[in-house]
């Protein structure tokens, strides 16, 4: 069995209590993780606030802190491998995704080490005579990073490269569903060189970890990523300690095909939008919203794909989908895949467990026309699309719209105009047009409504990890008068 540790204030550490990891493979442990109570993010915290304001951090340019981070790429990407093998032990995504993803991984670190001497203010034309007035942009404060289980160096990356591209400190929260990769990733940012407290990790439950950091009152931001319900509680717990928050809370996003598509590409996108990482994405393309006229051709395309998917062991290269990352999970799914079929929906594939032991399940597509399915409705985290239809524009629109969350969506045409128009009319974050699950470090990624709020990537995130400070400063040599002497 494996033994993971925390990090805290440049030590490496067991928590306060122990707990076991499972092998979404298998079923079976693999890995014991440490387990952080109130103590552990007391001492984590207070770590971050000292390194925030003595010692070497605030003494430090922002161009060394860019070097720091520019070299905390390298060892992302020499690395890479033995992370991506974590990843895919403990949270059973497959290793050819892992690898990927990870790889890149380090491309965000080099951009938010390249903005890290480019975060400016401005000189003021202020409107009275003997003042100069300027701004400068201050690190935030201690940074509470919450991120959950899935793509989770990703996730994580978007939240440590700005905040440490700002100047600010960290305490990370790895979800307690497979923390492996991000727990291994505190050894690159040690060996990196970065000072002891700035950046500290730990894991553990919402009611003993979790619950402590984000109402901690030494956190000045909470940036979180995960579900609303527990975003709704993250909100509760900072009007403690009156931080400010950014929330990525996922989705239910539309997928929405036009009869002028290309219709094989669509279909490759609408596979790889919903199936790969086993639909545990918070951008999963999870509703397809096809034109009437081409639904049936179209939904033979997709069970035609999704019945060729490899499905196997996550460390095998060959397999295309592999389990999904922990038996309740997996139950869910079935209850309200269960559910829909009750209520009408059609199974066109799928719709039970797959192999072994494992938490396996295969990919399924509902025809969901006319019935109010809750598969059509709930964000799922798993492989498992909704399929509507349309006849004209603006009811593809309605039905778009037709879900509190607004993070990501999708429009296949090959009519220009049309596109722009539903790149207006859509409200989501993310629209991407003839493509799907495009990301980039320069990029802003967010959602609408209950999808969060805040933008994690490009120059804006960065932006929101310092306050503004204003600085006035008198040029006249002339004494201020007496404001009690009429003149």
Request: aromatic fraction near 8%.
């Amino acid at each position: 069995m494996q033994m993971f540790q925390q990090y805290i204030d440049g030590v490496f550490e067991d928590g306060t209590a122990r707990f076991d990891s499972l092998d979404p493979a298998t079923g079976k442990t693999w890995a014991s993780m440490p387990e952080a109570r109130e103590g552990d993010v007391d001492r984590a915290v207070k770590a971050a606030q000292h390194a925030l304001w003595a010692g070497e951090w605030p003494a430090m340019t922002a161009t060394a802190r860019g070097k720091l981070l520019y070299r905390l790429a390298d060892l992302v990407q020499a690395n890479a491998q033995r992370l991506a093998e974590l990843e895919t032990r403990d949270t059973g995504k497959i290793i050819r995704e892992t690898s990927a993803q990870i790889a890149y991984v380090a491309d965000y670190y080099r951009y938010y080490a390249g903005l890290a001497d480019k975060i400016e203010g401005a000189t003021l034309a202020i409107d009275k005579a003997d003042m100069d007035v300027w701004t400068r942009r201050e690190p935030v404060g201690v940074v509470a990073a919450i991120v959950p289980w899935n793509s989770q160096l990703f996730l994580a990356a978007v939240k440590i490269g700005p905040a440490l591209a700002a100047g600010c400190t960290l305490v990370v929260k790895a979800s307690e569903d497979g923390p492996a990769p991000l727990l291994e990733f505190a050894r690159l940012v040690h060996d990196a060189g970065f000072p002891a407290g700035v950046f500290n990790i730990v894991t553990g439950f919402g009611p003993t970890c979790g619950s402590a950091l984000t109402r901690h009152p030494g956190v000045d931001h909470i940036a979180f990523t995960g579900g609303p319900s527990t975003a709704a509680q993250v909100v509760r717990n900072s009007a403690e300690n009156l931080a400010t928050t950014s929330l990525e809370l996922g989705g239910k996003s539309p997928f929405v095909v036009f009869a002028d598509a290309d219709l094989e590409s669509a279909a490759n996108a609408q596979v790889a939008g919903i199936f790969a990482a086993t639909g545990q994405s918070c951008v999963a393309g999870s509703r397809l919203i096809v034109e009437a006229s081409v639904k049936d051709r179209f939904l033979q395309l997709l069970k035609t794909k999704a019945e060729a998917i490899r499905i196997g062991a996550p460390l095998d290269m060959s397999s295309e989908v592999g389990p999904l990352c922990t038996r309740r999970q997996r139950d869910h799914i079935e209850s309200v895949v269960a559910a829909s079929l009750a209520a009408g929906a059609r199974l066109v594939t799928g719709g039970r467990n797959g192999q072994g032991e494992g938490f396996y399940y295969l990919p399924t597509i509902l025809d969901c026309d006319d019935v109010a399915a809750p598969s059509a409705e709930t964000e799922l985290f798993g492989p498992v699309l909704s399929v509507l239809s349309f006849k004209t524009e603006d009811e593809a629109v309605g039905l778009a719209n037709g879900t509190p969350y607004g993070l990501a969506s999708g429009v296949f045409t090959s009519n220009l105009a049309r596109a722009h128009r539903m790149i207006r009319r859509i409200r989501a974050g993310i629209v991407w047009v003839n493509t799907y699950r495009a990301v980039s470090p320069i990029a802003p990624f967010g959602g609408y409504g209950q999808s969060g709020q805040g933008r994690e990537g490009g120059l804006a995130a960065a932006l929101d990890y310092t306050r503004t400070k204003t600085i006035w400063l008198r040029t006249s040599d002339d004494p201020i008068p007496d404001p009690f002497i009429m003149r």
